[in-house]
């Protein structure tokens, strides 16, 4: 399936993916973040409704979007690598888990790309760190595709040609792997009471 499609929106919905996973795991010094309760709300509301939940799109974000494939040539000619796209890709042992990663590369790699505003990407060419909802993603993506590295890739045809491309490896890292999906599986478990708890109550109503 293409990504962006009918199909690949339905094969997502309602499901924890790559691309929510920092969402999913967001934690406060007191808990979990708001955003964990945002997100679980979408997931009960697209299988409730059997719709996907519309989502903010931006000018920037838009950009990203046009961008990539342009970001992908660029990436497959200078790592002279063959990128093969994908759709969704269901996680091997957890249910109502998946991610859509941007790119297989050869037997053991992925890769992920990013267009982001020109500020940003001059940071990143002047070594800013990965942002951790990256880290986040790409190691989901890593757990779900069953891949050992993934290249993070930052583009920006804007700026004088040798400073368009950034790639940097991220390993994959078993720990953070095992916490992302000790926290996933707390989450589908809420998920999980909540829809039943709203099936026995309008179950009940309707007797």
């Given at each position: 399936m293409i990504q962006g499609s009918p199909e690949w929106f339905a094969a997502r919905l309602g499901k924890v993916t790559a691309s929510r996973i920092a969402d999913v795991t967001a934690r406060t010094?007191?808990?979990?973040?708001?955003?964990?309760?945002?997100?679980?709300?979408?997931?009960?509301?697209?299988?409730?409704?059997?719709?996907?939940?519309?989502?903010y799109t931006n000018k920037e974000m838009q950009w990203g979007t046009d961008t990539e494939p342009q970001a992908r040539d660029a990436y497959e000619f200078f790592a002279d690598v063959d990128v093969v796209q994908v759709g969704f890709v269901d996680h091997p042992?957890?249910?109502?888990?998946?991610?859509?990663?941007?790119?297989?590369?050869?037997?053991?790699?992925?890769?992920?790309?990013?267009?982001?505003?020109?500020?940003?990407?001059?940071?990143?060419?002047?070594?800013?760190?990965?942002?951790?909802?990256?880290?986040?993603?790409?190691?989901?993506?890593?757990a779900c595709t069953n891949r050992q590295w993934c290249d993070f890739v930052c583009f920006?045809?804007?700026?004088?040609?040798?400073?368009?491309?950034?790639?940097?490896?991220?390993?994959?890292?078993?720990?953070?792997?095992?916490?992302?999906?000790?926290?996933?599986?707390?989450?589908?478990?809420?998920?999980?009471?909540k829809l039943r708890a709203l099936a026995a109550k309008f179950d009940r109503e309707a007797a």
């Amino acid at each position: 399936m293409i990504q962006g499609s009918p199909e690949w929106f339905a094969a997502r919905l309602g499901k924890v993916t790559a691309s929510r996973i920092a969402d999913v795991t967001a934690r406060t010094k007191t808990g979990w973040g708001a955003s964990r309760q945002n997100i679980m709300a979408t997931l009960i509301a697209e299988r409730l409704t059997g719709e996907p939940q519309e989502t903010y799109t931006n000018k920037e974000m838009q950009w990203g979007t046009d961008t990539e494939p342009q970001a992908r040539d660029a990436y497959e000619f200078f790592a002279d690598v063959d990128v093969v796209q994908v759709g969704f890709v269901d996680h091997p042992k957890l249910s109502d888990c998946g991610a859509s990663p941007d790119g297989l590369v050869g037997e053991v790699g992925l890769v992920e790309i990013k267009c982001p505003n020109t500020a940003t990407h001059l940071d990143f060419l002047l070594g800013e760190k990965i942002p951790e909802k990256y880290l986040k993603q790409m190691q989901w993506q890593m757990a779900c595709t069953n891949r050992q590295w993934c290249d993070f890739v930052c583009f920006d045809p804007r700026v004088p040609p040798r400073m368009r491309l950034h790639i940097e490896r991220v390993k994959r890292n078993e720990v953070m792997i095992e916490t992302l999906t000790a926290d996933v599986e707390v989450f589908l478990r809420e998920m999980h009471t909540k829809l039943r708890a709203l099936a026995a109550k309008f179950d009940r109503e309707a007797a």
